[in-house]
């Protein structure tokens, strides 16, 4: 199979190379395009040796791969190189800047047409409601629905990637397990605003998040667990901002658990759209990031293995 190294250009695109003996495969992910092509590491050797590049000609290197990016008249310039562990494999529902993956399943219908009722309902609610700053504190009873609907998705959102990565078993799984998802999806990075009403400001739901307040931490998560349990006292806190906060970290788990280009109309596989949209996301590191196997560079074909357990490569 070779080795595999990812890597990212002066551009900020990402790229993966395989080495298969004496053949090296590259790919460059440029939106709905790709730029691709292979060299022979014995020609990169037999340049250096006659002074016409440098670099090392033991292992991979970034000037051997910006060489022949030139060679070929590439304009990409490659910055940063990072040999992959286990190319091939993905981690489930940890989606950061995988290259070529493609995340239709059961799974992720079933996920969306969740999330697609309740953005219906609360595009209803907006008829009655108007989403508007001055209206974030309204509170009642169908907002009290809404918001313990939208927060038992969070929780089961956050529940599968704990239980698909091979998470201690337990018999009650409580914030304190959740959160341990904010490190793994950087959920506190997201910002996002709603499309139809950017004048409502910024949304960060997870910002303030923290392991050693795992629930009183999230206002809207908290709100949503005194609504739950004591409706009279605290209906108040069935509002709107904290129902929009609760929306917008759906938006933001199915994203940070399908990949950034799932409600995006040109580069989705479906026609699934959503009401929020990202206007920052969080930044990997190449070891961060998994890639698939390059098999062929000219009708450019990638595949995956199969998927790795992340608490058993990265124990608690």
Not at 10 to 22: F, P
Request: with cysteine.
């Amino acid at each position: 199979m070779g080795h595999s190294w990812i890597f990212k250009t002066e551009t900020g695109k990402l790229g993966l190379v395989i080495k298969s003996e004496d053949i090296i495969k590259y790919y460059i992910k440029n939106g709905l395009n790709s730029i691709s092509g292979q060299w022979e590491w014995s020609d990169w050797v037999d340049r250096v040796s006659k002074g016409y590049a440098q670099g090392d000609t033991k292992q991979l290197n970034i000037e051997s791969i910006s060489y022949y990016f030139a060679f070929q008249r590439c304009a990409e310039k490659a910055i940063e190189l990072y040999e992959v562990k286990y190319p091939g494999h993905y981690y489930p529902r940890i989606a950061r800047e995988n290259i070529d993956f493609n995340y239709l399943s059961n799974e992720f219908q079933q996920d969306i047409r969740a999330y697609r009722n309740i953005q219906n309902a609360l595009d209803e609610l907006f008829n009655y409601i108007e989403p508007s700053v001055i209206n974030f504190s309204s509170f009642g009873h169908k907002i009290r629905e809404l918001l313990i609907l939208a927060c038992t998705e969070v929780e089961y959102l956050l529940l599968k990637v704990l239980t698909d990565n091979g998470y201690p078993d337990k018999k009650v799984y409580r914030t304190q397990d959740y959160v341990k998802c904010k490190e793994i999806l950087k959920l506190d990075s997201f910002e996002v605003q709603l499309n139809q009403y950017p004048n409502l400001g910024v949304f960060k739901p997870f910002v303030s998040w923290n392991s050693s307040s795992p629930t009183k931490s999230i206002v809207w998560y908290d709100a949503y667990n005194s609504v739950k349990h004591n409706r009279g006292d605290n209906i108040h806190k069935a509002n709107l901002e904290n129902l929009l906060n609760a929306v917008s970290a759906i938006h933001i788990l199915l994203e940070s658990q399908y990949g950034n280009k799932i409600f995006k109309k040109w580069e989705s596989y479906t026609e699934d759209r959503s009401m929020f949209y990202t206007v920052k996301a969080p930044v990997w590191e190449l070891k961060e990031i998994t890639v698939p196997i390059l098999e062929q560079v000219y009708k450019v074909k990638t595949s995956w293995i199969g998927p790795r357990k992340y608490f058993e490569d990265f124990p608690l």
